[in-house]
């Protein structure tokens, strides 16, 4: 009984912060803000996977998304200067509201469907399901082929940051403008 | 969950430990409060440009570089923990795996993508 | 047949890709990447043309990479397109890219690393390996869009297509999410079976099958996204202006050739099921509405360019219209062999796009040289008279993309059509037919411009640049035009046949063994 509401309490702690960092991803103003609170959400995920029985998948999600990717966006944010808040415009309201209604139906659609039980009756997960030997043996053994392919996915990912970010530009002068005189941030603009 | 106990107990004992030190140097801590104890001390000179600053492209660079070989990373404790028994088909897959990885390696290294000064 | 053999064209793309990477890491002299990579592409294409001809991998040597990688006739076709799609695409980098100062070997590694995706993506029978191949393909062709990272057309490209992209991608996952909920698979095969048998074929209960649904959709948007229909188009026009011209070429024809084998698969075989694809209540009707949609506002749109590139991006869009026409007509009602014809039609509708689309590009990129690209259909006049060698093969090209015979684009659309109308969707060929015809208006003003008009006095005019790489490419593209164009029964034979092997369950059939069982005589 005791594990039962503990479990129950511990599910509603993580959903509430991932949803909350959901929000303020979206909603901060600031880049930075938006950030930290995707970090929020990362961290409220990992201990929904513990709470599923797998622990090597939270420790990734801390190592990989909360110490890597969101680090990445920080140093994006900071490239493109944070201080370079969207500025509110009208533009495009109609076009937000349609699409905020179509996402909203479709979200509420979606909700109405998965309240139901629709979901295969797949098994009871075995114990050890979701341990790092599990993991290792479906990653070479049925799963081989996605395995050795996302190799390429990674590499992929190595050339084009290569690309995109070096290499000689055809005008020197632009191309340096970034490193070095950066332009004044905008923030002085709308204070 | 009882298993993951002691590592809840970690956080909380993190997370109480960080209150205790926020909580005792607002309690402990000597108060000056004054207009001169809010002015920025920067030696002397007046402080100019916005609060931000841009990064170089090297940062991220760096980032992009770091979450690749990070899952790279990932991708070895579980053959690591399952090397004796993946045997050899484990050791040739993981090589298949790690050899078009260093050739990546071996390209940004060429290719200057590592160094911080160019 | 080891499985080696099998899996050649993806190993000599690897090989070429990485060797091309460390080529261009180590050698110190420029060294000629553009010639390396037309080679890979063209090998790995020789490659799937050798598999074919020895008839096929077989279903042994097929199982030991099912279902992640699906070895039949259809990946064989689309592997092959792919690369003469690469090919073309590599000559003509190799041409433009030295010429407008963005010539770096990156380019030539992404392209192929991005082609790797895209034989991914159409040999995936399953949603794992599809979306690595998805995300492998898009990487790749957002990094080759923002190229000429200074030129702002080119960054704004870049990031429109990248955020509209992830975000089509994020759909389909989740769509490949909640199909695995509701079926309990992640294979094509398995998703067909689960949706055919057991609890789905008696199907009771509305709301399971509402999750299905809704995970069509969301895989369907994620896919109607990288062909580029409407409404999921919005992307197109900004990136294939933007992207340097040879990228343009081969997200035009690669990216697009693998999304359509991507989504034969995922309707014809995984939603091939009688609920999910009957006219009532399953994808048809959706494929058809957005294939007259994606018809009739690209067509309408690109009526009014003035800039010859994105006239062909909305041409691209246009096409991708056609394209859904077959698709509707290769699910054919279900009736085998009408589905057989629009599959058949489909491809080979596919096979000459690849060529004609590629060339024109080609063509466009001829017609400019370094300081002033060819971008207006102003830039293009009097070409005809003042560099006839120039004009030449892009009337070709534009001939064939608005489907006039001698050219390969004529039959594309006559068998496209044809397959329409045997399915029972005459309506549909009829509006594709007035499309065609509303095509052919701007098709034609290209050749107005290039034979009819002269340059206003004064105006800075473009002259062709001269490189080996492109006239060979448009040779290549040119004689595959007319060889389509005049002989087209090979290729849609072909067509015909990878059709057919497209979902085809992969069983080894069992074949007496002349070899006594000596391991178990031995035993006691």
């Given at each position: 009984m005791m594990d039962f509401w503990l479990e129950r309490i511990y599910f509603g702690v993580c959903a509430a912060m991932a949803i909350a960092g959901a929000i303020g991803t979206v909603a901060f103003p600031n880049p930075i803000r938006g950030a930290m609170s995707l970090l929020f959400t990362i961290v409220a995920i990992a201990g929904m996977y513990l709470q599923l029985h797998a622990p090597f998948l939270a420790a990734i999600q801390l190592i990989v998304?909360?110490?890597?990717v969101v680090v990445l966006f920080l140093f994006v944010i900071m490239l493109i200067g944070p201080a370079a808040t969207a500025t509110r415009d009208a533009r495009g309201l109609l076009a937000r509201a349609i699409g905020g209604l179509a996402a909203s139906a479709v979200s509420l659609q979606i909700i109405l469907v998965l309240s139901?039980?629709?979901?295969?009756?797949?098994?009871v997960a075995q114990g050890g399901f979701g341990s790092i030997e599990s993991i290792g043996d479906l990653l070479f053994g049925e799963y081989l082929v996605p395995f050795e392919i996302s190799s390429f996915l990674l590499m992929i990912a190595i050339v084009g940051a290569v690309a995109v970010a070096r290499g000689k530009q055809p005008d020197p002068q632009l191309a340096d403008e970034g490193e070095?005189?950066?332009?004044?941030?905008t923030a002085e603009a709308h204070p | 969950m009882s298993a993951y106990a002691p590592m809840f107990l970690l956080f909380a004992v993190g997370l109480l430990l960080v209150l205790a030190f926020f909580v005792g140097t607002s309690l402990l801590g000597p108060k000056n409060k004054g207009a001169e104890h809010q002015l920025p001390f920067e030696c002397g000179s007046e402080s100019t440009g916005g609060r931000h600053i841009r990064l170089s492209v090297k940062f991220y660079l760096t980032a992009i570089l770091f979450v690749v070989f990070d899952i790279e990373a990932v991708f070895l404790y579980p053959w690591g923990v399952k090397f004796r028994s993946l045997g050899w088909s484990g050791l040739v897959s993981m090589l298949g795996f790690l050899s078009v990885l260093v050739v990546g390696l071996v390209y940004c290294w060429k290719k200057g993508a590592l160094e911080w000064e160019k | 047949m080891s499985l080696w053999f099998a899996l050649s064209p993806l190993i000599v793309l690897t090989f070429g890709g990485l060797g091309l990477m460390m080529a261009d890491a180590f050698s110190k002299t420029r060294s000629d990447l553009a010639l390396g990579s037309f080679l890979t592409f063209t090998s790995a294409g020789l490659f799937a043309l050798a598999l074919w001809i020895m008839g096929g991998v077989p279903a042994a040597v097929m199982l030991k990479v099912a279902p992640y990688i699906v070895l039949d006739k259809f990946t064989l076709f689309f592997t092959a397109t792919i690369c003469l799609g690469g090919a073309i695409s590599s000559l003509l980098a190799g041409g433009y890219l030295p010429e407008h100062d963005i010539d770096r070997g990156e380019f030539y590694a992404l392209m192929i690393l991005a082609a790797i995706g895209a034989v991914l993506l159409a040999a995936a029978g399953d949603f794992l390996s599809l979306f690595i191949g998805l995300e492998t393909m898009s990487l790749g062709v957002y990094c080759m869009t923002g190229f000429?990272?200074?030129n702002p057309r080119s960054a704004e490209g870049a990031l429109k297509y990248f955020l509209l992209g992830s975000f089509a991608a994020a759909l389909m996952l989740y769509g490949g999410a909640l199909i695995y909920g509701a079926t309990?698979?992640?294979?094509i095969e398995g998703i067909r079976t689960a949706l055919t048998s057991g609890e789905f074929g008696t199907l009771r209960d509305p709301s399971r099958l509402a999750t299905v649904v809704i995970a069509m959709v969301l895989v369907l948007v994620g896919l109607a996204f990288k062909i580029s229909a409407v409404p999921f188009h919005m992307w197109t026009p900004d990136a294939y202006q933007g992207a340097p011209t040879p990228a343009t070429a081969f997200m035009s024809v690669v990216v697009k050739a693998a999304a359509v084998a991507t989504m034969m698969r995922v309707l014809?075989?995984?939603?091939?099921d009688k609920a999910s694809s009957s006219?009532?209540?399953?994808?048809p009707p959706v494929i058809a509405g957005m294939a007259v949609l994606t018809m009739l506002v690209a067509n309408f749109i690109a009526l009014r360019q003035e800039n010859v590139k994105r006239m062909l991006a909305y041409s691209s869009i246009a096409h991708a219209g056609y394209l859904l026409v077959g698709m509707v007509a290769a699910w054919g009602q279900g009736n085998e062999i009408v589905a057989g014809e629009g599959r058949a039609a489909l491809l080979f509708y596919m096979l000459q796009y690849t060529v004609t689309q590629a060339g024109a590009f080609g063509a466009l990129i001829l017609c400019g040289s370094k300081g002033k690209e060819?971008?207006?259909?102003e830039d293009l006049a009097g070409l005809g008279r003042r560099h006839p060698g120039a004009a030449l093969p892009f009337a070709l090209f534009i001939i064939s993309l608005a489907g006039?015979?001698?050219?390969?684009g004529f039959f594309g659309k006559l068998y496209l059509f044809r397959a329409a109308v045997d399915g029972g969707f005459t309506w549909l060929a009829i509006i594709g037919l007035l499309n065609s015809a509303l095509g052919a208006y701007y098709y034609l003003r290209v050749l107005v411009f290039l034979y009819m008009k002269e340059p206003a006095p004064g105006a800075a005019q473009a002259t062709p640049m001269k490189s080996g790489y492109i006239y060979g490419a448009l040779a290549i593209a040119a004689a595959l035009v007319l060889y389509f164009g005049i002989l087209p029964g090979k290729a849609l034979e072909m067509a015909a046949s990878a059709g057919k092997s497209l979902g085809a369950k992969i069983e080894v059939r069992e074949v007496p063994t002349?070899?006594?069982?000596t391991a178990t005589a031995a035993l006691p």
């Amino acid at each position: 009984m005791m594990d039962f509401w503990l479990e129950r309490i511990y599910f509603g702690v993580c959903a509430a912060m991932a949803i909350a960092g959901a929000i303020g991803t979206v909603a901060f103003p600031n880049p930075i803000r938006g950030a930290m609170s995707l970090l929020f959400t990362i961290v409220a995920i990992a201990g929904m996977y513990l709470q599923l029985h797998a622990p090597f998948l939270a420790a990734i999600q801390l190592i990989v998304y909360a110490g890597a990717v969101v680090v990445l966006f920080l140093f994006v944010i900071m490239l493109i200067g944070p201080a370079a808040t969207a500025t509110r415009d009208a533009r495009g309201l109609l076009a937000r509201a349609i699409g905020g209604l179509a996402a909203s139906a479709v979200s509420l659609q979606i909700i109405l469907v998965l309240s139901r039980k629709v979901f295969a009756r797949v098994p009871v997960a075995q114990g050890g399901f979701g341990s790092i030997e599990s993991i290792g043996d479906l990653l070479f053994g049925e799963y081989l082929v996605p395995f050795e392919i996302s190799s390429f996915l990674l590499m992929i990912a190595i050339v084009g940051a290569v690309a995109v970010a070096r290499g000689k530009q055809p005008d020197p002068q632009l191309a340096d403008e970034g490193e070095t005189k950066a332009p004044k941030p905008t923030a002085e603009a709308h204070p | 969950m009882s298993a993951y106990a002691p590592m809840f107990l970690l956080f909380a004992v993190g997370l109480l430990l960080v209150l205790a030190f926020f909580v005792g140097t607002s309690l402990l801590g000597p108060k000056n409060k004054g207009a001169e104890h809010q002015l920025p001390f920067e030696c002397g000179s007046e402080s100019t440009g916005g609060r931000h600053i841009r990064l170089s492209v090297k940062f991220y660079l760096t980032a992009i570089l770091f979450v690749v070989f990070d899952i790279e990373a990932v991708f070895l404790y579980p053959w690591g923990v399952k090397f004796r028994s993946l045997g050899w088909s484990g050791l040739v897959s993981m090589l298949g795996f790690l050899s078009v990885l260093v050739v990546g390696l071996v390209y940004c290294w060429k290719k200057g993508a590592l160094e911080w000064e160019k | 047949m080891s499985l080696w053999f099998a899996l050649s064209p993806l190993i000599v793309l690897t090989f070429g890709g990485l060797g091309l990477m460390m080529a261009d890491a180590f050698s110190k002299t420029r060294s000629d990447l553009a010639l390396g990579s037309f080679l890979t592409f063209t090998s790995a294409g020789l490659f799937a043309l050798a598999l074919w001809i020895m008839g096929g991998v077989p279903a042994a040597v097929m199982l030991k990479v099912a279902p992640y990688i699906v070895l039949d006739k259809f990946t064989l076709f689309f592997t092959a397109t792919i690369c003469l799609g690469g090919a073309i695409s590599s000559l003509l980098a190799g041409g433009y890219l030295p010429e407008h100062d963005i010539d770096r070997g990156e380019f030539y590694a992404l392209m192929i690393l991005a082609a790797i995706g895209a034989v991914l993506l159409a040999a995936a029978g399953d949603f794992l390996s599809l979306f690595i191949g998805l995300e492998t393909m898009s990487l790749g062709v957002y990094c080759m869009t923002g190229f000429r990272r200074t030129n702002p057309r080119s960054a704004e490209g870049a990031l429109k297509y990248f955020l509209l992209g992830s975000f089509a991608a994020a759909l389909m996952l989740y769509g490949g999410a909640l199909i695995y909920g509701a079926t309990g698979s992640t294979s094509i095969e398995g998703i067909r079976t689960a949706l055919t048998s057991g609890e789905f074929g008696t199907l009771r209960d509305p709301s399971r099958l509402a999750t299905v649904v809704i995970a069509m959709v969301l895989v369907l948007v994620g896919l109607a996204f990288k062909i580029s229909a409407v409404p999921f188009h919005m992307w197109t026009p900004d990136a294939y202006q933007g992207a340097p011209t040879p990228a343009t070429a081969f997200m035009s024809v690669v990216v697009k050739a693998a999304a359509v084998a991507t989504m034969m698969r995922v309707l014809l075989v995984a939603f091939g099921d009688k609920a999910s694809s009957s006219w009532s209540s399953g994808w048809p009707p959706v494929i058809a509405g957005m294939a007259v949609l994606t018809m009739l506002v690209a067509n309408f749109i690109a009526l009014r360019q003035e800039n010859v590139k994105r006239m062909l991006a909305y041409s691209s869009i246009a096409h991708a219209g056609y394209l859904l026409v077959g698709m509707v007509a290769a699910w054919g009602q279900g009736n085998e062999i009408v589905a057989g014809e629009g599959r058949a039609a489909l491809l080979f509708y596919m096979l000459q796009y690849t060529v004609t689309q590629a060339g024109a590009f080609g063509a466009l990129i001829l017609c400019g040289s370094k300081g002033k690209e060819a971008v207006t259909y102003e830039d293009l006049a009097g070409l005809g008279r003042r560099h006839p060698g120039a004009a030449l093969p892009f009337a070709l090209f534009i001939i064939s993309l608005a489907g006039v015979p001698p050219t390969a684009g004529f039959f594309g659309k006559l068998y496209l059509f044809r397959a329409a109308v045997d399915g029972g969707f005459t309506w549909l060929a009829i509006i594709g037919l007035l499309n065609s015809a509303l095509g052919a208006y701007y098709y034609l003003r290209v050749l107005v411009f290039l034979y009819m008009k002269e340059p206003a006095p004064g105006a800075a005019q473009a002259t062709p640049m001269k490189s080996g790489y492109i006239y060979g490419a448009l040779a290549i593209a040119a004689a595959l035009v007319l060889y389509f164009g005049i002989l087209p029964g090979k290729a849609l034979e072909m067509a015909a046949s990878a059709g057919k092997s497209l979902g085809a369950k992969i069983e080894v059939r069992e074949v007496p063994t002349k070899m006594p069982d000596t391991a178990t005589a031995a035993l006691p």
